[in-house]
């Protein structure tokens, strides 16, 4: 069993900056066994949607959704169990609800996924 808590979501004014959270914590053998984590992202009457993603190997490459290349940032701890989200010039049409992924590998094959229980991020004048 994986469990995540994000922090860091709030309000923020166009063109500013917040930086998310997230503290992975589990047994070690789960948490060894953790193939990615990312952030995905809930907006307003749209699907969730991935934001970015990263690997396990010293973290890995990472991969990001089209909307927020150039802008986010993610980064991981594996030391600390932790994955950040760095978010710059922020748009209204980034608000949303934004969720902590982990994705486990099982034993028998495939991925387990894990979700934290989401930060709000209000990006408005």
């Known amino acids: 069993q994986i469990q995540l808590v994000e922090s860091g979501g709030g309000f923020v004014q166009p063109g500013g900056s917040l930086r998310l959270s997230c503290v992975v914590s589990?047994?070690?053998?789960?948490?060894?066994?953790?193939?990615?984590l990312a952030w995905y992202r809930q907006l307003p009457e749209l699907q969730r949607e991935l934001v970015a993603i990263?690997?396990?190997?010293?973290?890995?490459?990472?991969h990001y959704g089209d909307s927020v290349k150039g802008r986010f940032t993610i980064s991981r701890d594996n030391a600390k169990n932790t994955v950040a989200l760095q978010m710059d010039s922020l748009t209204p049409e980034d608000t949303g609800v934004y969720y902590c992924?982990?994705?486990?590998?099982?034993?028998?094959?495939?991925?387990?996924?894990?979700w934290g229980q989401g930060t709000q991020v209000t990006v408005s004048s």
């Open positions: 992924n982990a994705m486990v590998r099982k034993l028998e094959g495939g991925l387990d996924n894990y």
């Open positions: 589990g047994s070690i053998v789960s948490i060894r066994n953790i193939a990615f």
């Open positions: 990263i690997g396990n190997s010293n973290g890995g490459s990472p």
